[in-house]
Structure formats: structure tokens, C-alpha cells
């Protein structure tokens, strides 16, 4: 059972009201904590020595249907260049082929043309009426 305000309040007075300081940890008890996480770690095969890899690059990618920019890696851009013919086709509009995609047949080029003359259209009018555009 949770203890209610009165068992709180009980126990805060029998203590006298003072403040406990946590303890302090010493440097001998931090070394002796990481070389037990070195020693369990070299039970399990893992290298705490071995250097992580290096970080990409973050770089501003903007989607070739509707403008819209997102950082992404390098790696991330190659695959999906790959995967949408050259073009760059960010998140939410690789969503948006993948429902054309279904609704015609499995054929990606037509989804993703398709996709594309969408949003040109959706842009000029943007530009057109931009007290109706939702940016």
C-alpha cells in the first residue's frame, strides 16, 4: 500500500527536519564502477576501446515535388535517389507516391509523376493565391 500524506509527514519529523545529503561517491568507487562495466563488457565480446564511427555529415535536402527542405545524410539522399529515379523525394512525398503507387498498380515512374504534377499544381496555385496557401 502507498503511504499517505500522515506516514509522510510522520517520518519527516521523527527525523528532525533535516536535510540528507546524498553520498558522496569517491574516485576509488567510480574506478572500481567502470571497471566492472569494462570486465562485463569483455565477457560479452564488446571493445570498449574500439572507436565508434564518424559521424555523416548533415546537409539541406530539398524535395524535388514540393520544395520543402529536411537535413538529411548523405547516405540517406544516395538511397533514396536510388530508389525514386535520381529524384530527391523526401518523407512525406515518398509517402504520397507509395499511396499512388497502390491506387495505380504498383507502377512507381507513373505514381511518382503523378505525385509530381500534383504538386506543381498545388505550388502555383499557392503562388497565385497566397492568402490561400497553407504556408
Not at 503511504?3 to 572500481?32: F, I, W, Y
Request: aromatic share 6%; hydrophobic share 30%.
Amino acid at each position: 500500500m502507498a503511504p499517505n500524506r500522515e506516514t509522510l509527514v510522520d517520518s519527516c519529523s521523527k527525523s528532525g527536519n533535516k536535510a540528507h545529503k546524498p553520498r558522496r561517491l569517491s574516485m576509488e568507487n567510480l574506478q572500481r564502477t567502470v571497471s566492472d562495466i569494462s570486465f562485463e563488457l569483455s565477457k560479452e565480446g564488446v571493445d570498449h576501446h574500439a572507436k565508434l564511427a564518424p559521424i555523416s555529415e548533415i546537409e539541406d535536402a530539398k524535395c524535388e515535388c514540393c520544395g520543402m527542405c529536411e537535413e538529411c545524410t548523405p547516405g540517406y539522399i544516395k538511397r533514396v535517389r536510388d530508389k525514386f529515379s535520381g529524384k530527391l523525394v523526401l518523407w512525406l512525398c515518398a509517402e504520397a507516391v507509395s499511396q499512388e503507387m497502390e491506387k495505380n498498380g504498383g507502377n512507381k515512374e507513373e505514381a511518382l509523376n503523378e505525385h509530381m504534377n500534383a504538386c506543381v499544381r498545388f505550388n502555383r496555385f499557392g503562388r497565385a493565391y497566397p492568402v490561400l496557401s497553407p504556408s
